[in-house]
């Protein structure tokens, strides 16, 4: 299965400068690499980023003649076009600032935005209907990790999934080429704590049989880790089938620490 690793970006950096002194570096490192190993290029897994709202149409207009594609963080869910929503960018917005694909659900949207179920089905049918891939976000807090609650949460918030299916299930068919799933246990992300690889192993595997139970299609889900992942851990994560990449934070803002994950990845599926 073809690996991602995705770098979420968040509300970084904060100038049009930083972002393009960014873009230089890893746009320099991935040509070099590219220019190397032809062949290996062709293999390696997929790289995506995922810039704020404001800097998406300069980040995707620097990308478009490079392997990396480039994402938004959100879509309104109020329209998937135009309308009076104060603050909000629409998915129609977003596809035509050159993103390809989108973030929804991040739990710092669930938390601070307070963004429910129906919620969600709104943006990511919005998504779909603008031609955007989904990077569906998952996950649990520390006290549900604590009372054991992990797949219960994740259930829940994979039955976003299973509504929209059956609101639209002509999106089945093409579910694997449109939406990739990011497991991101709240208490991994930007804190140091990281669980086991087999318990995200396990994890993985639970959420890959639950969205086929959804679909009537043979084609598997991918699905992505998220949490405090970086340049040292991604080995031991990238060796596991179950995990399909990454998605990473912080260390995507280092051009270096982001090509490291990658390359653990691409090494795993060489």
Known sequence: ???WVIGNWKQNPATNSAVNALLDDLLTKVN???QANSQASKNRC???VAPSCVHLSTVSTRLADSSI???AQDVSTYSASTGAYTGDCSAQQ???AGATWTLLGHSERRQYHKESHDCLISKLSHAFSQKLGVVFCIGETQEQYDNGQTLDVINEQLSVIKDLLTQQPELASSLSERLLIAYEPV???GTGKVPTVAEVSETHQHIKQTVASFA???DTITVLYGGSVNADNANSFASDAMIDGALVGGASLKAESFLAIADAFNQANA
């Open 1 to 3: 299965m073809q690996a």
């Open 69 to 71: 594609l480039c994402a």
């Open 46 to 48: 997929k790289l995506m």
């Open 187 to 189: 208490w991994a992300i």
């Open 94 to 96: 977003v596809a035509d």
């Open 216 to 218: 009537d299609t043979t």
């Open 32 to 34: 070099t690499e590219e």
